[in-house]
């Protein structure tokens, strides 16, 4: 089975403009964008055959040939990374396999949970997949707290019995009212992997009403009746915060002097 990695990147994010080229440093000192240190993560994956930057945005371009990346021009009309997927696809001279979205603002994203969606494409059946990590309790009482304080933590998943997704969600699910006994709280990681023919249905299908709402750009499959495979991987005690916020700054670069990483 082929598999491509595409890590959508565009400058003008809403809640954070120009998020790719913010500089992380690491445990050496070293400062590297966020939009590298995602390039370097998915570098580290098994069984993928290639690694490409999408992007609409020059500035991001430049910086992504810099540093080494292959890079695919997208369209300013894409809306999301899934979109942007889409129009990358169609800009490889083979189709492959597996198409993995490794967004551009998680830079901690471990290679055993892409290697985890490309084992769970080789199934027939899954159309799209993505990780799913149960919360520990700081990673819960953080999203809890940034909630509180009206920030987007991180998105919540819940799911079906054979593991297929009911929803998705920027607001903690299920309710958690006691912090001391909460209830199973899975953190969705911000990875997908799609059949080629599941992101051409996806880009004839319109933005729906709670996609919109969300944010989540997940949501359309489900509200068109695609099932979204989530795939539990264990985390290995390791902290996962994406970018979302100025704010994350601060704990990344905790997180890469923890694990030492350069």
């Known amino acids: 089975m082929s598999a491509v990695i595409f890590i959508p990147a565009r400058y003008a994010s809403s809640r954070y403009p120009g998020k790719p080229l913010v500089e992380l440093t690491g ?28 992007t609409d945005d020059n500035r991001i371009s430049e910086a992504a040939r810099g540093f080494g990346a292959d890079v695919l021009m997208t ?19 083979e189709e492959p396999d597996t198409v993995v979205n490794l967004q551009g603002d998680a830079p901690l994203t471990p290679p055993w949970f892409v290697e985890a969606l490309i084992e769970a494409m080789q199934d027939d059946a899954v159309m799209m997949a993505t990780p799913v990590l149960k919360c520990d ?12 304080a009206g920030r987007v933590g991180g998105t ?25 006994t909460p209830p199973e709280v899975w953190h ?63 704990r990344i670069e905790g997180v890469l002097k923890k694990e030492g990483i350069a």
């Open 137 to 148: 309790h700081d990673t819960l009482s953080n999203f809890v707290s940034d909630r509180h």
């Open 27 to 54: 445990a050496t000192g070293v400062a590297k964008s966020l939009i590298q240190r995602s390039w370097e993560a998915a570098k580290t994956v098994k069984g993928a055959s290639a690694v490409y930057v999408l």
């Open 188 to 250: 969705h990681v911000g990875v997908y992997a799609y059949r080629p023919s599941a992101l051409r249905s996806y880009m004839g299908w319109p933005e729906g009403p709670v996609e919109r709402a969300e944010g989540l750009e997940q949501l359309r499959f489900l509200e068109n009746g695609m099932p979204v495979t989530c795939v539990p991987v264990d985390g290995h005690g390791r902290v996962f915060w994406e970018l979302n916020n100025p704010v994350d700054v601060t």
């Open 156 to 180: 919540t998943a819940v799911m079906r019995a054979d593991g297929n997704a009911l929803y998705f969600s920027k607001e903690v699910l299920p309710y958690v009212g006691n912090l001391e």
């Open 75 to 93: 369209s300013d009309k894409a809306r999301n990374g899934t979109e942007r997927c889409a129009e990358g696809v169609q800009q490889l001279a």
